[in-house]
């Protein structure tokens, strides 16, 4: 779907009139063009820093250097010690950060190891480092935090100052948005330290770039990962089914897929066959046309995928309906169709799964959505359902960990697809601009969250819930 105040914003015309108008700006994202690469980071710089008890730095280096990045660093903070060292370790060329005269140079992305951080000096350290250097990075930039998760403390002062970065990270994104760059936390457990270098790829790559002022814990409960060798290709030799796949959102989950090497299984509702066949052609999907709530539908696809591959590796529950209605006038059926879709048939068929069909390490990913988190007036049926998601992987990731998998959801925001064409034009806008970045995110925002989690490259989460959603401001 168009966003033509996104087009009107961004010719150098409307960017003047916007300007002087103060309308929001929208910033065009730049968005990954092409698969996992061996060295995503190759020709850009990333400025690395942390505070004077940072745990992380010989874990930040070697993700750094193996993604290619140019790693600058400040010549002199409370940071530097553990960098300079792990670097002679590792045998890292470090660069001193630019000038500020030299605006070209700047750093693409802050990458700051916060771990440590106990207190309100450690924080002062924290604004020491990202203060004079926040307005030079360039558009569509990265600011990534690293910490320890709040509970993992022993102390009050530091358990308050692990939450205080949460606040920084979700203010700080407020402010950087309308330059396109994005700002995460990564709150990494102690179990996780080695296994950066698939979320740090993430975050700070083009893959997530309708990703920002969120929180993302790393670490149990997790199945044993091994750290990654591989990074191109992650899904290659993986069967991977995507529930709605026929178009929107599903659609591009199952291409995204399929471009980091799975085999799709596609699945739409029998009257979407020739749509869900055109779609999965472009990458020799296989369709299986079903309703997902149909009583025999967890066997078919259980006994379809035994049968033709000897079960699958990755499941995407994706499809998804909404039934509006204020809760006083909405009638029985809306509730029980948009309940049924929504929740009952992931659960019915995931149970089917987990006893055959599902390969042991399966991944499994749920679409939530914000208006699960926030709430939205007229879906208490859909906020319901999808709030259930979000408790389910919580519930279910011990068992997926035992069995060497993991479960996680992505919450979309506000998304171009038919389901937000068809909403009234003055929510439509709100809900596109009310956000950090400025406008909704496309389908293929929510499919690079999906084929994250899918990967190894997440070995370090489950159960998890990650918003995809340019920091809206409804459902904050
Ligand atoms: N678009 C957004 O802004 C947004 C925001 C938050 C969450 N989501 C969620 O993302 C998911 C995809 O949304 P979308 O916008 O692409 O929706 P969409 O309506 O464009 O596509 C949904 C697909 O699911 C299929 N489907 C529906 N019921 C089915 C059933 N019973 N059996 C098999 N297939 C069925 C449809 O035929 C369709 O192809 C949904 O779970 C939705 O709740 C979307």
New binding site residues.
């Given amino acids: 779907m168009s966003d033509r105040y996104l087009e009107f914003a961004n010719s150098p015309l409307g960017k003047s009139i916007a300007t002087a108008l103060g309308l929001p700006a929208a910033p065009r994202l730049r968005r990954a063009k092409s698969g996992y690469a061996a060295r995503p980071l190759a020709d850009r710089a990333v400025l690395l820093g942390g505070g004077s008890h940072g745990e992380l730095a010989a874990s930040l280096l070697t993700a750094l250097d193996g993604a290619g990045a140019t790693v600058q660093i400040v010549p002199s903070h409370p940071g530097l010690p553990p960098i300079k060292h792990a670097a002679a370790a590792a045998g890292v060329t470090l660069k001193t950060e630019p000038g500020a005269e030299e605006r070209n140079s700047a750093a693409y992305a802050l990458v700051f190891d916060a771990t440590g951080v106990n207190g309100p000096s450690g924080l002062r350290e924290l604004y020491d480092f990202c203060q004079p250097r926040v307005g030079r990075i360039p558009g569509n930039g990265r600011v990534l935090l690293l910490s320890r998760a709040p509970a993992e403390n022993k102390d009050a002062a530091a358990h308050a100052a692990s939450q205080a970065l949460r606040g920084f990270v979700r203010s700080l994104a407020k402010e950087v948005g309308k330059k396109g760059i994005t700002v995460n936390l990564l709150e990494v457990g102690g179990d996780a330290d080695g296994l950066l270098a698939g979320p740090l790829r993430f975050f700070l790559s083009e893959h997530s770039a309708f990703i920002t002022g969120q929180v993302l814990p790393l670490g149990a409960p997790f199945a044993p990962a091994k750290a990654l060798k591989e990074f191109e290709a992650p899904l290659a030799g993986k069967v991977a089914v995507v529930?709605?796949?026929?178009?929107?959102?599903?659609a591009a989950i199952a291409a995204t897929l399929a471009r980091e090497g799975a085999q799709v299984v596609g699945?739409?509702?029998p009257q979407?066959e020739g749509v869900l066949g055109q779609t999965l052609a472009a990458f020799n999907g296989l369709g299986l046309p079903?309703?997902?709530?149909a009583a025999d539908a967890p066997a078919r696809i259980a006994e379809e995928l035994e049968r033709r591959f000897g079960g699958a590796d990755i499941v995407v529950h994706?499809?998804?309906?909404?039934r509006d209605k204020m809760l006083k006038n909405m009638p029985a059926h809306f509730w029980d169709q948009v309940l049924d879709?929504?929740f009952g048939?992931i659960l019915r068929i995931n149970e089917k799964l987990l006893s055959g069909g599902l390969k042991d390490g399966g991944r499994l990913v749920c679409?939530?959505?914000?208006?699960g988190i926030g709430g939205n007036a007229g879906q208490t049926n859909?906020g319901s359902t999808?709030a259930g998601v979000i408790g389910y992987v919580e519930a279910l990731a011990a068992e997926m960990a035992r069995r060497g998998g993991a479960i996680n959801a992505v919450?979309?925001?506000?998304?171009e697809?038919?389901?937000?064409a068809a909403m009234p034009a003055v929510p439509r806008e709100v809900g596109r601009r009310l956000s950090s970045l400025g406008q909704?995110g496309l389908?293929i925002d929510?499919a690079e969250a999906v084929t994250f989690f899918a990967s190894a490259h997440a070995a370090a989460v489950n159960g998890r819930t990650l918003r995809v959603c340019g920091q809206n401001f409804f459902g904050a």
Avoid: C, H
Avoid at 411 to 415: E, M, T
């Fill in positions: 529930t709605g796949a026929a178009r929107g959102i599903g699945i739409d509702r979407e079903l309703d997902i709530t994706n499809a998804g309906i909404t879709v929504n048939a679409i939530s959505s914000i208006g859909y999808k919450a979309p925001g506000f998304i697809t038919q389901m937000t909704g389908p929510i």
